[in-house]
């Protein structure tokens, strides 16, 4: 009889007590798993490649694909077989040399529509759709957004008007009429943005070879780690960091540097520092006062490329506000119901003994 009660806890304890074990390691492997694994994969080539098998000789190389790297260097086996990989060798070791130039991470702005409680500036999204419209747009598509689309809640809001005449100095295609053929006509609200090339080939052919990609996503498809121990941040609901893509094209806009001597650029491509391989096939498109504000903002690459990348942000997520709007509503509710509940078990064990 007394030893019941006072058996309970210290069983309860220790049950609990082991239960913490796995449930850490489980945790652990969530947070720092995915990073660990994006980390580790460019490692493997460039650090290897920079000291082959100087740090242990005795291991064989790891068997990856790694199939030109020679064992025979340290190994006396094998003479005959280093001249017939000695060419591909070289070039290796050469493009080795250039990925180990790793691009530089992009440095951090401040946004309007960053946290929690974050909203687009409209005036904003309105000059990054001027810069849009009179700079980028001669080559990049933005093929998933309508005319219509720049009046609705949340983006930059023209009115209507101001979208039908904006609309009508597009052409687009249309067709086939009653003869089978196809036309040109001026565009309505409904339609998307007609792109600059009618395809790939037609882009790259005018465009030294590089293809500029659409723009519709770009803002959400490009990213970067942020390295220990931010990237554990970014694993946490509510805490992560979702500008990395607008701090990117900022960066790149404004990265834009003289080719250093060292480096051979072939004709056709820029040197910027913060595009993965330190190339583009992108002549560096902003200048100062190149598209002229009517809202008194500065006329700098500066201010044009933070406005764009917010433009751009929005294109690709449209619905951000009204998504953090019902997030934090559903926080706000979840809240309030964890208190009913709470109130409502009290009351239905009140009158149980425990
Ligand atoms: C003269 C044509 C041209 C203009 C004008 C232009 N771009 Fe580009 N852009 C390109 C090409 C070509 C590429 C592909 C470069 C490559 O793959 O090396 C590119 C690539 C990009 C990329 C992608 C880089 C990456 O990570 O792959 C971004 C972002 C970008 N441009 C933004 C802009 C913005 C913003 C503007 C307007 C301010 C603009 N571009 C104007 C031709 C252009």
């Not at 809640?153 to 100095?169: C, M, N, Q, V």
């Amino acid at each position: 009889m007394s030893e019941a009660p006072a058996r309970f806890p210290m069983r309860f304890y220790s049950v609990k007590r082991r239960a913490l074990v796995p449930m850490a390691v489980a945790a652990t492997m969530v947070l720092v798993g995915p990073a660990w694994a994006q980390e580790q994969t460019p490692q493997s080539t460039t650090d290897q490649a920079a000291e082959p098998s100087a740090s242990d000789p005795v291991k064989p190389p790891p068997a990856t694909d790694q199939v030109a790297e020679p064992p025979a260097k340290d190994q006396v086996k094998a003479p005959a077989a280093a001249d017939q990989v000695a060419a591909p060798l070289a070039k290796e070791k050469e493009a080795r040399h250039e990925s180990a130039r790793h691009e530089e991470k992009p440095k951090r702005f401040d946004w309007s529509f960053a946290g929690a409680f974050g909203r687009y500036d409209k005036a904003q999204l309105r000059r990054g759709f001027k810069v849009y419209k009179e700079v980028c747009s001669s080559c990049h598509s933005i093929k998933m957004l309508a005319f219509r689309n720049l009046s609705q809640p949340g983006g930059p809001e023209f009115s209507e008007k101001e979208i039908e005449a904006l609309a009508a100095s597009y052409k687009v295609k249309d067709g086939p009429n009653e003869s089978g053929e196809y036309y040109d006509r001026p565009a309505r609200p409904s339609d998307l943005f007609p792109p600059p090339f009618a395809n790939e080939q037609a882009a790259r052919a005018a465009l030294a070879g590089n293809y500029p990609p659409d723009m519709s996503v770009l803002a959400k498809a490009r990213g970067y780690s942020r390295g220990f121990p931010l990237f554990l941040f970014d694993a946490l609901p509510g805490f992560s960091y979702q500008e990395h893509g607008v701090d990117y094209i900022v960066s790149l806009m404004e990265g834009y540097e003289d080719t250093p001597p060292d480096v051979n650029l072939p004709a056709g491509q820029f040197y910027d520092p913060y595009m993965p391989g330190r190339r583009i096939g992108m002549p560096p498109p902003l200048s100062d006062g190149v598209v002229t504000y009517d809202d008194g903002a500065p006329q700098t690459i500066d201010q044009y490329a933070k406005d764009v990348a917010a433009f751009m942000m929005w294109v690709a997520e449209p619905h951000l506000e009204s998504r953090k709007r019902v997030g934090l509503g559903v926080l706000a509710f979840l809240l309030v119901f964890v208190g009913l509940l709470y109130y409502v078990k009290r009351k239905i064990w009140s009158d149980v003994p425990h």
